[in-house]
């Protein structure tokens, strides 16, 4: 599946998926989508480029291994939970913060913390599942 033209494609192809997950990611926060949905989009795009030019130019481009994103981002969502023990709320009670950017209130939530927590776990975990398939496939 190699072909030269997909190897061709396949870089811009991920780049705009992964811009497209990040909007997913940031407009799911209080529509539909979120860092689940982005989080998988994410993935596919590491997947396909990985199916295109093989397993090392993907851990190159991710920099970090995929099992420290997964975890770092599961970090995360816990600490956006336990910040709501800090102000006597129960765990993973949403709290809002709004402050002023640029002339404009920009709204600044523990559960857009949550959303990127998941979005990370969910890049990890399905990118080293692939990862390793395809690493599989080629021995």
């Not at 998926?17 to 993935?43: D, P, T, W």
């Amino acid at each position: 599946m190699r072909t030269i033209i997909f190897r061709f494609v396949a870089p811009y192809l991920t780049s705009l998926m992964v811009l497209f997950s990040f909007f997913v990611l940031l407009r799911g926060h209080n529509e539909a989508g979120g860092g689940f949905i982005g989080g998988l989009i994410a993935a596919s795009a590491f997947g396909i480029y990985g199916i295109a030019c093989g397993v090392a130019p993907v851990r190159r481009a991710m920099y970090f291994h995929p099992m420290a994103i997964a975890a770092s981002g599961l970090m995360l969502a816990v600490l956006s939970g336990v910040a709501s023990l800090v102000v006597s709320a129960q765990f993973l009670t949403g709290l809002w913060a709004f402050p002023g950017i640029l002339g404009g209130d920009v709204g600044i939530s523990t559960p857009l913390f949550f959303d990127i927590g998941v979005y990370l776990v969910v890049v990890g975990a399905i990118s080293s599942i692939a990862l390793a398939l395809e690493e599989r496939d080629t021995d």
